[in-house]
Antibody, heavy 120, light 110 residues
């Protein structure tokens, strides 16, 4: 069965960096697009970044463009989110999500989330 | 900037029917936005309910249904139950690998 397990969250100072990982099992990252979605405390969901199944193109929300990088390690079937120049407003639970089959454009399975706190 | 709109809150009686909507600040929602819906309870990850407008995700009861109503996407819950009390989010695909979530609707069953 599909499982997504995030790790790497924690407390970081403003301006610092953090890398989140999402270990996938039950499917191959080369067959599905993957996304990161975040949720600030008490707020709604926000799409952050996406990567295509062939790894050819990454996309980012304007709020993180130029600071965050989505990538994957297909040998380990693991998705990453490198977060640089972190700001207090980046404080959130970060979820990785698996895309559906081609042409469905939705978030199929979700990880349990990893909390990132940006604070001095 | 594209804004996806949802009712902030809604209330339904047990056994009743409720329709939550998902609109665009400018323009109409269509099937080309591949609207999908997610249910979330406090402290939990979202659960996928509906995708590509009206396809139920695996294991989702058939009292949840999706549609396009007028210029909005809609999620209808028929025969609401107490454990349907949750936050509901829609998301629209804007093309080019970009999605926009609505602000969510807090559904109360009482």
């Amino acid at each position: 069965q599909v499982q997504l397990v995030e790790s790497g969250g924690g407390v970081v100072q403003p301006g610092g960096s953090l890398r989140l990982s999402c270990a996938a099992s039950g499917f191959s990252l080369t067959n599905y697009g993957m996304r990161w979605v975040r949720q600030a405390p008490g707020k709604g969901l926000e799409w952050v970044a996406s990567i295509r199944r062939d790894g050819s193109k990454n996309n980012y929300a304007d709020s993180v463009k130029g600071r965050f990088t989505i990538s994957r390690d297909t040998s380990k079937n693991t998705l990453h989110l490198q977060m640089n120049s972190l700001r207090p407003e980046d404080t959130a639970v970060y979820y990785c999500a698996k895309g559906g089959t081609t042409g469905t454009c939705y978030f199929d399975y979700w990880g349990q989330g990893s909390l990132v706190t940006v604070s001095s | 900037q594209t804004v996806v709109t949802q009712e902030p809150s809604f209330s339904v009686s047990p056994g009743g029917t409720v329709t939550l909507t998902c609109g665009l600040s400018s323009g109409s929602v269509s099937t080309s936005h591949y609207p999908s819906w997610y249910q979330q309870t406090p402290g939990q990850a979202p659960r996928t309910l509906i995708y590509t407008t009206n396809t139920r995700s695996s294991g989702v009861p058939d009292r949840f249904s999706g549609s396009i109503l007028g210029n909005k996407a809609a999620l209808t819950i028929t025969g609401a139950q107490a454990d349907d009390e949750s936050d509901y989010y829609c998301v629209l695909y804007m093309g080019g690998g970009i999605w926009v979530f609505g602000g969510g609707t807090k559904l109360t069953v009482l």
